[in-house]
């Protein structure tokens, strides 16, 4: 699936990954391939995502954000 995380001044990550961890309001979620359609608030933490091929967790802080899923394509606006 594409992971896009970006702020109002620059995109962070763009790519393909196999999972995607955030932090959500009402806890920790993770997202996996072909997840269905969703829209969930961030709240401050890491996002973890795991790179396809690569076996090593990256980590982005966020603030607060929104996470929208739709056609295996995962997209955070965050601060």
Do not use: W
Request: net charge negative; with cysteine; aromatic share 6%.
């Amino acid at each position: 699936m594409k992971l896009e995380i970006s702020t109002p001044k620059e995109t962070l990550f763009e790519g393909e990954v196999c999972s995607v961890q955030c932090p959500g309001k009402e806890g920790l979620f993770q997202i996996l391939d072909r997840h269905a359609p969703m829209i969930a608030i961030l709240t401050k933490g890491r996002v973890k995502y795991e790179i396809s091929g690569d076996t090593s967790p990256h980590f982005i802080e966020i603030d607060r954000g929104v996470l929208q899923v739709m056609d295996n394509v995962v997209t955070i606006l965050s601060e």
